[in-house]
């Protein structure tokens, strides 16, 4: 029984795993590559191409909204099945550049897929896992990212030699199998439980601390766009690298981020979810400081490496903050975690937006950027800091999840 318990969950593990890889990391990251490629096919003009890459994000916004709402009325397992199956599909359509409008929409719904996926893949899954195993899982869980960060820079471009339209195909392919493959393992569980009785208010301290974690995800999503969107083109106008030394760094920015959900998740374990997330974001500001400041190419790759498990590895640490402070309330958990999500995709929008408009206004000065994004990092730990001082309530569910 505790064998068939076990293979179960760590069928819904990969099931999460696959949903975030398809959903968010492929659908999402292997879109920055092929950007040069759609421009000089001439599929699109240039400004176009940059106003399609923005389409994914606005899907991803409307996902974290409509999450919640469409697994209440399908099911969460049904949901995720299906929103990997869309993805699948965005990718042999985008195959077909017939119009602007046609391929804006399906990358849209390549957006809304991983929003919906990134709001309900962990809390249908984590539950069918034992608690202390939860900080490990989530970082399984949430490996896709990093997976399809670290393919955007190595599987895509050997894809690209057979053409635009067969690169397309080629992640529509792989899209389809990982889903197939995946498509038993779901638990049956919903991640959103119905409506319960009315209960007592939230107490002030959680809602206090619930608006922190919200806060300081925003803060999290303004500090890594620099270093995600940027790092390249610093490397190679900013460092005046070679053009194949400075596509070398996204590789190992892609390493990191294979890494980083893993490696956080077992900080989070063994340290307790605050002490690795004060840790993370004490680490990650360094870092961002030593790609600002150093010259040296070995501390300009350790800086490039550690840069790159943050975007991932925050997402469980974050999650597992937000279950710690809402113990044994589901229901809870579910829109609160539906809520950060979309107050991080809001704000990874607007600062994409942002920091384009300033790296146009000082003239392409990167360090400004960089500076930006570490100092909303430090932002972010000392809000992390306060975090800790909230009073918490006992957590039942992780003997070790401090805060």
Known sequence: ?????????????????????????????????????????????????????AANLVGYLAGALAGRPLAARMGARRTLQAMMLLASLAFFTCALPLSVAWFFAWRFLSGLAGGIIMVLAALTILPQVPPERRGVASGAIFLGLGLGIAASGTVVPLLLNEGLAATWAGLGVLSLLLTLASWRWWPQAPATAPAAPARAAVPARTGFALNLIYGQYALKAVGLVPMMVFL??????????????????????GAGATAGPMLYGMLGDRLGIGN??????????????????????????????????????????????????????????????????????????????????????????????????????????????ALARVAWAPVKDDGVARV
């Open 232 to 253: 390249v083109d610093y490397m190679a106008r900013g460092l005046h690298m070679n053009t194949h030394t400075a596509a070398l760094f996204w590789v190992i920015y």
């Open 276 to 385: 690795a997330m004060r840790v993370a974001l004490g680490v990650q500001v360094a870092a961002a400081a030593a790609l600002v400041a150093a010259h040296g190419i070995a501390v300009l790759v350790a800086a490039t490496f550690v840069i790159g498990t943050f975007p991932p590895g925050i997402v469980p640490l974050t999650l597992g903050r937000i279950r710690h402070t809402l113990p044994d309330d589901v229901p809870a958990q579910s829109a609160a975690w539906s809520r950060a999500t979309t107050v991080f995709a809001l704000f990874q929008a607007l600062a994409g937006y942002a920091y384009s408009w300033l790296f146009n206004a000082t003239g392409g000065q990167h360090r400004v950027l960089m500076l930006i994004g570490a100092v909303a990092l430090a932002l972010a730990l000392l809000s992390d800091l």
């Open 1 to 53: 029984m505790h064998t068939s318990s076990n293979t179960a969950a760590t069928r819904a593990i990969l099931a999460g795993l696959c949903a975030s890889l398809v959903g968010i990391g492929l659908a999402r990251f292997a879109y920055t590559p092929l950007i040069p490629a759609l421009i000089e096919a001439h599929w699109f003009a240039a400004g176009d191409v940059v106003f399609l890459g």
